[in-house]
């Protein structure tokens, strides 16, 4: 009885947030034409494309006006639920943010992985790790490729390696060339065959809603890239490495390889595994943190 | 002596990464015309833009002639140094890889932020973590604006909320707003207000070179989101919340408003804080592994 009093609160709590919702629900449903009303034309419509936040989402699609998708109806208007995360007292919290920031001070990229084999389950909950980043509307738009098959990552290898030859000798002019020279990227990446798993992480541009129609992804990019940082978090945490790249060019042929939809395209590749015994970085430093910060 | 004898071989090794270093800088010297006669014309090298990893530093800029900065010369061939972070057993990585995920999986976007302060340490280390994320050719193109002091953060509001209240009305249509609808987001935004800080995450869509010329930041948009993604973990690792917002054409207000200069443009704005002890998120669930991992 004293665990169910205590509970009370919360229903109260949950059951405003639903009568409230009913009711919002019941004002949109008196008055349908004043939304339409306030949107204007469908080409003052598109004027929102932001000029700061550059998003293929941005570019209007051809078959846009499929976008139309009813399935949120049913979604409208969820039930809000009390949130309470443990609270650190202070002295907690300056230790838990100075280790984290050690923790992750150490990370590098790293091309030098050994082929030694890493436990399937601490990958899997790398990848659940990720799954738990923040995404536009809550789209979630991210696949996980996880590739150990000694064949596949071959083929993975092959077609990078061709179209990083091409990017390197015709494409990308003597510029990036330089840049990338000082830290000793070729187009040879004999990594894709070492390490025991290859991370492809596939952003979905566009999803697919019940009935077939596309449902889009706003700010996919950015979302599956938030994913990404949090993913190498949890590959540093384990201590595992890896290096990010964002193989130029290969995106469709490794999309057909893997059997990926078309709403999928590539965004990172990474080779992941223990670093090898003899590895090395190069000796870069990282900006201070006045460099980067400013505090208003 | 003991000591030194011991660093011998990783003096042996760092020598050798210098004299290879030398001798490929030396065999570019005989031939400086090959790399400009592999790269033929300019418009051959603009060919290089990929479909798949749609960033705004992959169109062209208006001055990007001038872009050909000499200033990574004295950086090409950086020595390399050992690598060698703490590996873990087998069970301890996965106990590790479980709290994490455990930590990480308990994050939720919230708008409901306590006004108590947070220390201001805690948030120097969380920017410190960010700081440490990779980026396109180690350019590092983040500038990270704490605000605390109130009346530049209602000014923020102000901006945010007039811009939104657009969007919302007439720019966005009915899709998006429905989309949103379900999350309860609205124009009004009283944690601008409410939250001890505002971070306001920028991306340098280049750099200025010491000789006053301007240097491609490659893949800035996702390199700053792949370190929001490592800001928004070592948040959660303090028991702070924020909620990830994405404000649509503020940045150019917000940038004047904060003296950021024009190469800098805003990708996020975070408040941060404690959540109120009131505070509720939506009763949202995350997709399962399976649904977001494939294995090959």
């Given at each position: 009885?004293?665990?169910?009093?205590?509970?009370?609160?919360?229903?109260?709590?949950?059951?405003?947030?639903?009568?409230?919702?009913?009711w919002?629900?019941?004002?949109?449903?008196?008055?349908?034409?004043?939304?339409?009303?306030?949107?204007?034309?469908?080409?003052?419509?598109?004027?929102?494309?932001?000029?700061?936040?550059?998003?293929?989402?941005?570019?209007?699609?051809?078959?846009?006006?499929?976008?139309?998708?009813?399935?949120?109806?049913?979604e409208?208007?969820?039930?809000?639920?009390?949130?309470?995360?443990?609270?650190?007292?202070?002295?907690?919290?300056?230790?838990?943010?100075?280790?984290?920031?050690?923790?992750?001070?150490?990370?590098?990229?790293?091309?030098?992985?050994?082929?030694?084999?890493?436990?399937?389950?601490?990958?899997?909950?790398?990848?659940?790790?990720?799954?738990?980043?923040?995404?536009?509307?809550?789209?979630?738009?991210?696949?996980?490729?996880?590739?150990?098959?000694?064949?596949?990552k071959?083929?993975?290898?092959?077609?990078?390696?061709?179209?990083?030859?091409v990017?390197?000798?015709?494409?990308?002019?003597?510029?990036?060339?330089?840049?990338l020279?000082?830290?000793?990227?070729?187009?040879?990446?004999?990594?894709?065959?070492?390490?025991?798993?290859?991370?492809?992480?596939?952003?979905?541009?566009?999803?697919?809603?019940?009935?077939?129609?596309?449902?889009?992804?706003?700010?996919?990019?950015?979302?599956?890239?938030?994913s990404?940082?949090?993913?190498?978090?949890?590959?540093?945490?384990?201590?595992?490495?890896?290096?990010?790249?964002?193989?130029?060019?290969?995106?469709?042929?490794?999309?057909?390889?893997?059997?990926?939809?078309?709403?999928?395209?590539?965004?990172?590749?990474?080779?992941?595994?223990?670093?090898?015994?003899?590895?090395?970085?190069?000796?870069?430093?990282?900006?201070?943190?006045?460099?980067?910060?400013?505090?208003?």
């Amino acid at each position: 009885m004293t665990f169910l009093s205590g509970l009370t609160p919360y229903f109260i709590a949950v059951f405003c947030v639903l009568v409230v919702g009913f009711w919002i629900q019941l004002q949109r449903e008196k008055k349908p034409e004043e939304p339409t009303g306030e949107t204007v034309s469908t080409s003052k419509a598109r004027r929102w494309v932001d000029q700061d936040l550059q998003d293929d989402t941005e570019i209007p699609a051809k078959n846009d006006e499929d976008d139309d998708d009813d399935d949120h109806g049913s979604e409208l208007d969820l039930p809000h639920v009390p949130y309470a995360p443990p609270r650190y007292p202070v002295a907690s919290m300056l230790e838990r943010s100075q280790d984290f920031y050690s923790l992750m001070n150490q990370r590098r990229s790293v091309r030098f992985i050994s082929p030694e084999p890493v436990p399937r389950e601490v990958i899997d909950n790398v990848i659940r790790t990720a799954g738990t980043a923040p995404s536009g509307a809550h789209t979630e738009p991210w696949t996980f490729v996880v590739v150990s098959d000694p064949d596949t990552k071959h083929e993975i290898r092959t077609i990078v390696e061709d179209e990083e030859e091409v990017n390197y000798r015709q494409r990308m002019g003597n510029k990036w060339v330089k840049d990338l020279a000082r830290i000793r990227t070729t187009w040879v990446k004999e990594y894709l065959d070492v390490a025991p798993y290859l991370l492809l992480i596939f952003k979905q541009t566009y999803g697919i809603a019940s009935g077939g129609k596309r449902k889009t992804h706003y700010y996919n990019e950015i979302s599956v890239s938030v994913s990404c940082g949090i993913l190498l978090a949890a590959l540093q945490n384990v201590g595992l490495v890896t290096v990010t790249s964002t193989p130029l060019n290969c995106g469709p042929r490794l999309r057909v390889l893997l059997q990926r939809p078309a709403n999928e395209k590539l965004l990172m590749l990474l080779p992941v595994g223990y670093p090898s015994h003899d590895a090395t970085v190069p000796d870069l430093k990282r900006k201070p943190v006045e460099d980067i910060m400013v505090h208003i």
